[in-house]
């Protein structure tokens, strides 16, 4: 067996949501570690967010024992284990194996970790909605629970937006997908990030949500980039493929009948799906940033929600969320390790950028980075619209390790891969 299919399988299972998912993950990071023990050294200039990232780790920490939000001991203890060492492990193996594995190689990872996710969510979707014992068409209904019965964990049922979530990576490939069926030599591939994209823009739409829809929009920008450098060696204006402007159009279209289902004014109905309350809780949150400069959730205010046109409290020592990763940090370890975070996040999401958009550039590699381009967008809508260690927190700390290997992964793809 390949060595490289270990990895694979275990990020596979981590994506699956298995019970001891986190012992997974840990495994995976050791098996890399062996793996990368002859990688050349990552040198400290080059990895210099790590230091800001052991800043947020050890801040966040300390801030969490010192309020009382963490005891040394059962969960919490593991909960400070992981904090310490999964963003900082995590960011310098994922450079170790980007010297290792090439961005074709590295790209597998990501997909494995989206498929798994895709088949977590419709195990939840088959169990959570009963379909067996009743009919197939109750997956469709037009359901607003709060909470889903799982498959599997520790947990009999979740928050149904934390089990949406993970639709989100094969959304993002479905689009690139659709553009990748023009190249005949990617066409397995294509057909592959296709087929995963339908299934999870079905499991978005029944669990009517909005992150996955705006992932898929998001989508389109690699496309944008990777059209613009093909037209642009060819000498030609920008233009996508009709295949591609076609789904986009009956992606709008099954969106909007989605969103739109149901009786009342049409208006009102489009208006309450795409309005966002947390616009009005965030611009409020920003005036009392200096009552939270230190942290310990004990931030308390009043905000006016325009949609309902109400008073609405937030408290964030009865558990209320600010559904923004560095605005939750604010709240819970104050300024300072929120400034740390993103002092290290920013700068390797930048070079991911960059690299990424080298890779884009040649058409032998434009598949394999379309998915890792995904799996940013991802990363990076869940940061923005999602709360702090958001679900169980598997896919926060695994975003450290990918932002470590896009960063680090070699812009120009190698000729051959060799093993």
């Given at each position: 067996m390949n060595s490289r299919w270990i990895p694979l399988v275990l990020v596979f299972l981590v994506g699956l949501h298995l019970p001891k998912a986190f012992t997974l993950l840990y495994l995976l990071y050791a098996v890399l570690f062996w793996q990368t023990r002859n990688a050349p050294a990552v040198t400290l200039r080059r990895?210099?967010?790590?230091?800001a990232l052991a800043a947020?780790?050890?801040?966040?920490?300390?801030?969490?024992?010192?309020?009382?939000?963490?005891?040394?001991q059962g969960r919490d203890l593991l909960d400070l284990i992981s904090m310490l060492a999964l963003p900082c492990g995590g960011v310098w193996l994922g450079a170790r194996l980007a010297q290792r594995w090439t961005p074709r190689q590295l790209s597998w990872l990501w997909l494995a970790y989206g498929l798994g996710a895709l088949a977590y969510v419709w195990a939840v979707l088959l169990l959570g909605r009963d379909v067996f014992s009743s009919s197939s068409l109750e997956i469709w209904r037009q359901h607003r629970d709060l909470s889903i019965a799982v498959p599997w964990g520790e947990q009999g049922v979740m928050n149904v937006r934390s089990v949406e979530q993970n639709?989100?990576?094969?959304?993002?490939?479905?689009?690139?997908?659709?553009?990748?069926?023009q190249s005949k030599d990617q066409s397995r591939l294509a057909w592959l990030m296709l087929a995963a994209g339908l299934l999870g823009l079905l499991a978005v739409l029944a669990f009517h949500g909005r992150i996955g829809l705006l992932v898929a929009l998001l989508s389109f920008v690699p496309l944008v980039w990777a059209s613009a450098s093909e037209s642009q060696a060819a000498r030609q204006p920008l233009q996508l493929t009709a295949w591609a402007l076609s789904g986009l159009g009956g992606f709008l279209l099954l969106s909007l009948v989605s969103l739109l289902w149901g009786r009342g004014d049409i208006t009102s109905r489009l208006l309450a799906r795409v309005y966002d309350e947390r616009l009005d809780r965030f611009l409020a949150f920003l005036t009392h940033i200096p009552d939270t400069l230190w942290g310990g959730q004990r931030l308390s205010f009043e905000y006016f929600e325009q949609q309902r046109q109400v008073w609405v409290g937030f408290d964030a020592s009865a558990g209320d969320l600010l559904h923004n990763v560095p605005s939750d940090l604010v709240v819970r370890a104050g300024l300072i390790p929120a400034i740390?975070?993103?002092?290290?996040?920013?700068p390797l999401l930048c070079r991911s950028l960059r690299q990424l958009g080298q890779l884009l550039r040649d058409p032998a590699s434009r598949?394999?980075?379309?998915?890792?381009?995904?799996?940013?967008i991802v990363l990076t809508v869940q940061w923005l619209f999602q709360p702090l260690i958001y679900a169980d927190g598997l896919l926060f700390y695994f975003g450290f390790f990918g932002l470590g290997a896009l960063a680090f992964s070699p812009a120009v793809m190698p000729p051959l891969d060799r093993e």
């Open positions: 990895l210099w967010p790590v230091l947020f780790s050890v801040g966040y920490a300390w801030a969490s024992l010192h309020y009382g939000l963490w005891s040394l639709a989100s990576f094969a959304v993002a490939w479905m689009f690139p997908g659709l553009w990748l069926l740390a975070l993103l002092l290290a996040v920013v598949g394999h980075a379309l998915i890792s381009a995904g799996f940013l």
